[in-house]
T-cell receptor, first 112, second 112 residues
Framework: KAGVTQTPRYLIKTRGQQVTLSCSPI?????VSWYQQTPGQGLQFLFE???????NKGNFPGRFSGRQFSNSRSEMNVSTLELGDSALYLC???????????FGEGSRLTVL | TQLLEQSPQFLSIQEGENLTVYCNSS?????LQWYRQEPGEGPVLLVT?????EVKKLKRLTFQFGDARKDSSLHITAAQPGDTGLYLC????????????FGPGTRLSVLP
């Protein structure tokens, strides 16, 4: 069974640009969550999608957005990038009703 | 404010030693998970505990959930270099409108 796949693995952007990250969950998993991981703040919850609907949202500005497609694949977008957005962005999938998360390897974003 | 606290923050030990790391909160969890994350990778689920007082063993790792479901511990017996990594606890916290809250982690280094 293939794991969670995130693309791209690494990317470099400059301030003011926007970025889109992609996540393909484990087959059969309909819940996809996104997390931001930084050395100072640790793992922080961004949002969770289930069946194409945002079910939960963390405390991040509106520059951070996401969506989920009918095949459960998900994308997140960050607009008007700031230096502080440099982080490892992790996607996790889970099956309905489960409490365990299965993470991808992450997309490491560097904003210059 | 960290909803979940972990201690110690850093731990460096010699191969063969035993260790315990802790995860604490002032609130009650529905369930709690432990993950291990290695550099450049996403967290990998180790265990889920649900019932107060529950003890689970995974080879040399022993996980305990506090009776009041507010805290948990991870004990490693005879640590090996392969145990090196960032150990994260995560609480299932539906009352806060998100599925999971992560602690800041304990960074363990096991020296050969």
């Amino acid at each position: 069974k293939a794991g969670v796949t995130q693309t791209p693995r690494y990317l470099i952007k400059t301030r003011g640009q926007q970025v889109t990250l992609s996540c393909s969950p484990i087959s059969g998993h309909r819940s996809v969550s996104w997390y931001q991981q930084t050395p100072g703040q640790g793992l922080q919850f961004l949002f969770e999608y289930f069946s194409e609907t945002q079910r939960n949202k963390g405390n991040f500005p509106g520059r951070f957005s996401g969506r989920q497609f009918s095949n459960s694949r998900s994308e997140m977008n960050v607009s008007t990038l700031e230096l502080g957005d440099s982080a490892l962005y992790l996607c996790a999938s889970s099956s309905q009703g489960a409490v365990e998360l299965f993470f991808g390897e992450g997309s490491r974003l560097t904003v210059l | 404010t960290q909803l979940l606290e972990q201690s110690p923050q850093f731990l460096s030990i010699q191969e063969g030693e035993n260790l315990t790391v802790y995860c604490n909160s002032s609130s009650v969890f529905s369930s709690l998970q432990w993950y291990r994350q290695e550099p450049g990778e996403g967290p990998v689920l180790l265990v889920t505990v649900v019932t107060g007082g529950e003890v689970k063993k995974l080879k040399r790792l022993t996980f305990q959930f506090g009776d009041a479901r507010k805290d948990s511990s991870l004990h490693i017996t005879a640590a090996q270099p392969g145990d090196t990594g960032l150990y994260l606890c995560a609480g299932n916290w539906p009352l806060y409108g998100q599925n999971f809250v992560f602690g800041p982690g304990t960074r363990l280094s096991v020296l050969p």
